[in-house]
């Protein structure tokens, strides 16, 4: 066999199945697994994936990193180089903290991909099977349907296909691809007899030989010339960033106001340098970065367990705020289970389990089931594959004894007219017939006769048409979903001119009516949605009736939903359509197109709403990108459309939407909880500084540079992470969406932090302080000794560790009272309070390090002393929130 980059991939199709040593039924399972060993996985090889050196140096160019370096120059400067030493080796253990953290949120985020394996239909053993994209290999027959992404080069076979290449060329029309072609030389890109790895396929229904995979396919070349670029920070990483630069100037500035002030106050400068220093470090989150990536990417991942795969960080924050979800019907409101109930006939209705002996119902669901491309479970595929209206057609044939086997309906197939979303039909051509179903109100006007009551071929009447009319008002009215279904037999030429030209002059043969049941969660997700303030409106192709009816019962539109179908839309203007959606009325938008969901959230996004989107065709994949949450369906949804949307729902259920924007809510107020926590340390650190400095000295300094070091990166670090998994607060999904512009640090979260929470701290710890000197009978500006100082610099220390147990706690809710959500049910906050008390304890007890941070052991009576600190700081924030919840809530418009 031929090696892939030898192929020549333009020559007739029994010579290039030579050359691959395959044939039109495949390659059998054990030669394709020994190609795979010799030719690798299709995939894109990444070249500079390891970008570890970038990652690791960006750590030390960030705000606080730079601002830490200058302290270290300082600290040098001001001839106290153990200290310059200190800060240092914070700057090396924060670069490293957050460099790990990122990298485990990149790799998180990659995982996800094993959430949605990408699979490619082909022929092994001569069975139609799904496998791994990743597992093609030159000589594969693939098979490729409207909606899928092509994952490999290939020559194709048989059939014809609508293909966007625009990935590859640039150019937003899709080109035809087809078999039957004159090899006609030029560009590999213009053959229109050859298909690309990348690109997606819009409409039609083929088989290709693969030719080439991996790096040798023409995306694999591309891919070798370019460079992926770098992802862009969420909205809420640059809200952070902002606020980091707004940190590192007030620290500097403090920091540069108060060195005079110390060396006026009688200060020497090696004093005020060490206290500037100290002032700095004191106002510096170093972990705050690396925290909320971390804690997004956690959300992440709880995400793709719940059954919502999120491609990037920032959806994560974006879903808690989401305002209006615009849902698709079939498949996320329902069980997208069809199965057939009721037939018209032109007698009148019958049920599709009793019609097995009339004949009419048989010819009926021969020319429905032959108007597929879907395949039953046995029949050329493992398991039911595509459209299950389409396999509830092929089940109906066989039901009333008549069965369309899949693989000979493609193999006697001329013509496949793919189905159009605009006109809502489909068609095919066998053997001089065309087959056409549809939406009735597309069908009925095309058609110009009937099959009646004794099957033979009259004219359909204005009385007949009245009749189909009512029959699908009734049908849809019971929720039931309707397909017309007709036929055509005319000469080749004519069925072959294009389906303008032959889906005219058609014969109906009946009505096929199939019911698909809500899902069972979806009525409480509604619910749901309502109490959280989320507006819910359905976009459908279906009939409105239908659509109007399922609405109903799962909740949408308050018992009564207005219906808008595409032709009124279409004759909407903007100013109208922004009207309509302003009334805050649950809306059933039915026989929508595709141009109508762009439109629809479009207007939304104008009104300031953010908008869920649901999709799962091609032609979804535009509202999808521009939706501020495109969400694709897993199971049944397209590539294409996959690969457009933001998240993409494994189970496409709809009440996965809602848990998904309770997930997203929860993470926003996790991340602004250890950011609370950690802003609420800087009032207790910085306050002793102030105090020394002020006094000129008389006060010694409470605190020393080291023991904030091991504050912030010793006893700080494991509580807020853990702070970062709380679970939600009661109440999150009764409240209504936060602000598009609404910042996770706001004016609220500072006061809470500094002048609540701070302040509280601090009163404790300088009494601390204070007490301990009293006891030892110190005065100010007295000389203190070693011993004194050591134990009152300690009761410092350790009077801010014991207030960082009570900020965790007071943090864990933003309104509720902490015995709603229960004391002791975050365990890893337990875990990390544990281990900050541990290291604590560590750097107070054993000598060698009392040596480096200056610390001694406490007595009893100071251990005593401090054990109501984190009650006392709690309890002074229980108090503000229980006054909170007790002031009347401020009117909304």
Request: glycine letters at 8%; proline letters at 5%.
């Amino acid at each position: 066999m031929a090696a892939p980059a030898e192929v020549d991939e333009r020559q007739p199709p029994t010579e290039l199945f030579r050359h691959l040593r395959s044939t039109p039924t495949g390659l059998r399972s054990r030669e394709a697994a020994r190609r795979l060993t010799v030719y690798g996985p299709n995939e894109l090889s990444r070249r500079h994936q390891r970008q570890w050196p970038r990652q690791l140096l960006a750590q030390f160019t960030q705000p606080l990193a730079v601002l830490l370096m200058i302290a270290a120059v300082l600290a040098w400067a001001g001839h106290a180089p153990a200290l310059a030493v200190a800060v240092i080796a914070v700057i090396l253990l924060n670069a490293a903290f957050a460099f790990v953290q990122e990298r485990q949120a990149e790799r998180a985020v990659e995982a996800l991909a094993a959430y949605l394996p990408v699979s490619a239909r082909v022929l092994r053993d001569g069975v139609l099977v799904e496998v791994p994209a990743r597992d093609l290999v030159p000589g594969d027959v693939m098979e490729i349907t409207e909606g899928d992404r092509i994952c490999a080069d290939g020559r194709l076979i048989d059939g014809i296909l609508a293909v966007d290449l625009s990935s590859l060329n640039g150019e937003s029309a899709p080109a035809t691809r087809t078999a039957d072609t004159e090899l006609v030389p030029g560009p590999l890109l213009e053959a229109r007899e050859l298909v690309f790895s990348g690109t997606s396929c819009t409409a039609g229904q083929a088989r290709a030989v693969v030719t080439h995979t991996g790096m040798h396919s023409e995306l694999g070349r591309i891919a070798a010339l370019s460079q992926r670029g770098r992802p862009e920070p969420s909205p809420l990483e640059r809200q952070v960033r902002r606020a980091t630069w707004v940190i590192a100037i007030v620290a500097v500035s403090a920091g540069a106001v108060f060195l005079p002030i110390g060396v006026l106050a009688g200060l020497g400068w090696a004093a005020a340098i060490s206290f500037s220093i100290g002032l700095i470090v004191a106002n510096v989150p170093e972990g705050l970065l690396p925290i909320i990536t971390l804690a997004l990417a956690a959300g992440v991942r709880e995400l793709a367990k719940a059954g919502a795969v999120v491609k990037r960080l920032s959806a994560v924050e974006t879903l808690g705020s989401t305002t209006v979800i615009c849902t698709d019907k079939t498949g996320t409101l329902t069980e997208n289970r069809m199965r057939v109930t009721r037939l018209w006939l032109a007698d009148g209705d019958q049920d599709a389990t009793a019609a097995g002996g009339d004949a009419r119902a048989r010819d009926l669901a021969v020319a429905a089931a032959i108007c597929t491309t879907a395949h039953q479970a046995g029949d050329g595929a493992p398991a039911d594959s595509g459209d299950p209206t389409e396999v509830a057609l092929l089940r109906l044939a066989e039901s009333l004894g008549a069965p369309v086997r899949a693989v000979d309906r493609d193999a006697s197939r001329d013509i496949l007219y793919s189905f159009d979303p605009r006109t809502k039909r489909m068609s095919t051509v066998t053997g001089g017939r065309l087959h056409t179903k549809g939406a009735p109100e597309s069908i009925l006007p095309l058609c110009t006769r009937v099959i009646d009551d004794a099957g033979c071929v009259t004219a359909l009447t204005d009385p007949v048409r009245v009749d189909v009319t009512a029959a699908v008002d009734r049908f849809a009215t019971a929720g039931l979903r309707v397909l017309a279904v007709a036929r055509r037999t005319a000469d080749a030429q004519v069925l072959a001119a294009g389906r303008d030209v032959a889906e005219a002059d058609l014969t109906l043969l009946g009505l096929v009516a199939m019911v698909d049941p809500p899902r069972e969660a979806v009525s409480a997700a509604v619910a749901a949605a309502h109490r959280a303030g989320i507006t819910v409106h359905v976009i459908t192709g279906d009939y409105g009736p239908t659509a109007a009816e399922i609405a109903v019962r799962v909740g949408i539109g308050g018992g009564r939903p207005r219906v808008v179908t595409g032709t009124e839309l279409e004759q909407m203007s903007d100013a109208d359509l922004d009207r309509l959606l302003r009334e805050r009325q649950e809306i059933v938008f039915a026989r929508s197109s595709p141009e109508s969901k762009l439109r629809i959230c479009e207007a939304l996004r104008s009104e300031g709403h953010v908008v869920a989107m649901t999709g799962d065709g091609v032609n979804d994949a535009p509202a999808l990108r521009h939706a501020d949450i495109g969400v694709a369906m897993g199971r049944s949804g397209t590539d294409v459309a996959r690969e457009a949307a933001t998240m993409v729902l494994t189970d496409d259920n709809f009440a996965t939407i809602v848990r998904a924007v309770e997930a997203g809510r929860r993470v926003y107020d996790n991340v602004r909880k250890f950011v609370l926590y950690i802003f609420a340390h800087a009032v207790p650190e910085v306050v002793p500084f102030l105090i020394f400095a002020l006094s000129g000295g008389a006060v010694p300094l409470p605190l020393t540079v080291l023991q904030i070091l091991a504050i912030d990166l010793g006893t700080e670090t494991l509580p807020a992470l853990a702070l970062g998994r709380e679970k939600a607060e009661p109440g999150l999904m009764d409240r209504p969406p936060r602000s598009r512009t609404a910042g996770v640090i706001d004016r609220r979260l500072l006061l809470r932090a500094w002048g609540l929470l701070g302040v509280t701290s601090a009163i404790l710890v300088m009494t601390g302080f204070f007490w301990v000197l009293w006891r030892a009978g110190w005065q100010p500006g007295a000389e203190l000794t070693d011993t004194t100082y050591a134990r009152a610099t300690t009761m410092t220390f350790a009077g801010i560790v014991a207030c960082q147990i009570g900020t965790a706690m007071a943090s864990r809710t933003d309104h509720a009272a902490l015995r709603t959500i229960g004391v002791f049910s975050n365990r890893p906050l337990l875990g990390g309070i544990l281990f900050e008390v541990v290291f604590a304890a560590a750097l107070i007890y054993l000598p060698p390090l009392q040596a480096i941070f200056g610390t001694a052991a406490l007595t009893l009576a100071e251990l005593a002393f401090l054990a109501p600190f984190p009650v006392l700081v709690w309890g002074v924030d229980e108090i503000y929130r229980t006054r909170l919840r007790r002031r009347p809530a401020a009117p909304t418009d």
